[in-house]
């Protein structure tokens, strides 16, 4: 198959395949062609010229040519759709393409009952999201090399790359109370959430007393972030500012404080952790963490690739930075009527 024919297939030109396949994918084009590209590469098999010219003279074994690779969407049901997981896998793609190796599974934890009887095992998985140690080791006797990549670190004997989920939360939370807000909330998951630990954390690190109203225990989703702010605001009403375990429950949060008839930020700041996209283009822009998606694909794909061929045998944690990102979702708190 050539470029040509990839670029007809996926109705784009193939100068932006080209760009895409050159490791360029981020400034190519949009996510979605993106996508569309990579799943015409996959569905067709597709080797780079200078991958086909090398193993055509013997420069590489069959075997590292034929190297495949999956992603385990672990957060069952949050994963699959979620922006912020999509862009570390399309980040591992990328990368291993490069290598020469090939994702050639996107999976959910429902998959791995039947993983052994696909009819070509991957050499290596990358597991996106948090899971459990069960879920792990079921991976390792099916899979030889096993890979986390996520925002909570986890305590096995795995690679890993993270980036710090609690000090992405401690990042927002130090915004908004140097803002002077004193009534803060929070929208997520609770139940071994490092972000929510963040959000307990600097409450009392800055002796902010903690109400138990003011926690709204949700799913990490758009819909999860509009139940959760309409209970929030009917229940109490004294919140300035609300910090959204990411920017999907975010996007339904101000969704909710909208329709509620209220000003963001002028009745209630709302900030996030990821960065999405859509981040910088919701009214108003959203204040959030960026986190390094591309470039956590990226080098997840590298170790994965290095122990799948015996590079190195220990297991290796790479931790990157996050950075907030202030837009025009928070302000200071304006006194409230009856306050």
Known sequence: MTLKEIAKEAGVAPSTVSRILNNKGHLAASPETQDRVWEVVHRMGYIPNNAAKKLRSGEIAESSSGTTIACLYARMGRSMDSPFFLDIARGIEIEA???????????????????????????????????????????????????????????????????????????????????????????????????????????????????????????????????????????????????????????????????????????????SIDDIEMAKYMFPPLTTVHIPTTEIGSITAKILIDRIRGGHKLPMKISLPANLVIRESCCPPRVKAGK
């Open 97 to 271: 393409f490069s290598h020469n190796c090939f994702m050639r599974y996107s999976l959910t934890t429902g998959d791995l009952s039947t993983l052994q009887t696909f009819t070509e095992v991957p050499s290596g998985i990358a597991v996106l999201g948090r899971c459990n140690k069960r879920v792990l080791h079921d991976l390792k006797s099916i899979v030889p090399s096993v890979i986390y990549a996520g925002l909570n670190s986890i305590n096995a004997d795995y690679d890993q790359v993270v980036s710090d989920g609690k000090d992405a939360a401690y990042k927002v939370m130090e915004y908004l109370i140097g803002l002077g807000h004193k009534h803060i909330a929070y929208i997520g998951e609770t139940i071994e959430e490092i972000r929510y630990i963040g959000y307990r954390e600097k409450l009392m690190e800055h002796r902010i007393p903690f109400h138990a109203e003011y926690v709204v225990d949700r799913l990490l989703s758009a819909d999860g972030g509009y139940s959760g702010m309409k209970l929030l605001m009917e229940t109490a009403p004294e919140v300035t500012a609300v910090f959204c375990a990411n920017d999907q429950t975010a996007i339904g949060a101000v969704k909710a404080a909208q329709v509620m008839g209220l000003r963001i930020p002028d009745d209630v700041s709302i900030a």
